[in-house]
C-alpha cells in the first residue's frame, strides 16, 4: 500500500490548494478515504472523509463549508480542495486508509501566512 500526497505549498490567507493523494497497492474503489492534519504539538486531526462512491462526505466543524474532499476511483487519487484558508489551517496534511491496518502517506506541508 502506497499513499503518496502532493499540491502543498505557502498561500496567503483566504487562498485556495488543492491537495491530491495517488493511491496504489490495494483496490482503492473498495475503501474510505480520509485527510488527517497535524501541527507540532498536537494529535492528528480528522479534516475530511469519502465513502467509497464518493458521496456524503464527512468535515471537520473547523473546515466546514471551505474545503471538500472528492475522490476519482478511476485514477486511484482523492483530493481535498481547500478554499478561504486560514492561518490556523497551516498543518501538515496527511492521506489515510484502513484497510487491514492504518496506512498513511508521507504528507505534504500546507502554510497559510502572508
Known amino acids: 500500500v502506497q499513499l503518496v500526497e502532493s499540491g502543498g505549498g505557502l498561500v496567503q490567507p483566504g487562498g485556495s490548494l488543492r491537495l491530491s493523494c495517488a493511491a496504489s497497492?490495494?483496490?482503492?474503489?473498495?475503501?474510505?478515504m480520509s485527510w488527517y492534519r497535524q501541527t507540532p504539538g498536537k494529535e492528528r486531526e480528522l479534516v475530511a472523509i469519502?465513502?467509497?462512491?464518493?458521496?456524503?462526505?464527512t468535515y471537520a466543524d473547523s473546515v466546514k463549508g471551505r474545503f471538500t474532499i472528492s475522490r476519482d476511483n478511476a485514477k486511484n487519487t482523492v483530493y481535498l480542495q481547500m478554499m478561504s484558508l486560514k492561518p490556523e489551517d497551516t498543518a501538515v496534511y496527511y492521506c489515510?486508509?484502513?484497510?487491514?491496518?492504518?496506512?498513511w502517506g508521507q504528507g505534504t506541508q500546507v502554510t497559510v501566512s502572508s
Open positions: 489515510y486508509v484502513r484497510i487491514n491496518k492504518q496506512y
Open positions: 469519502v465513502g467509497t462512491s464518493g458521496r456524503f462526505p
Open positions: 497497492g490495494f483496490t482503492f474503489s473498495s475503501y474510505v
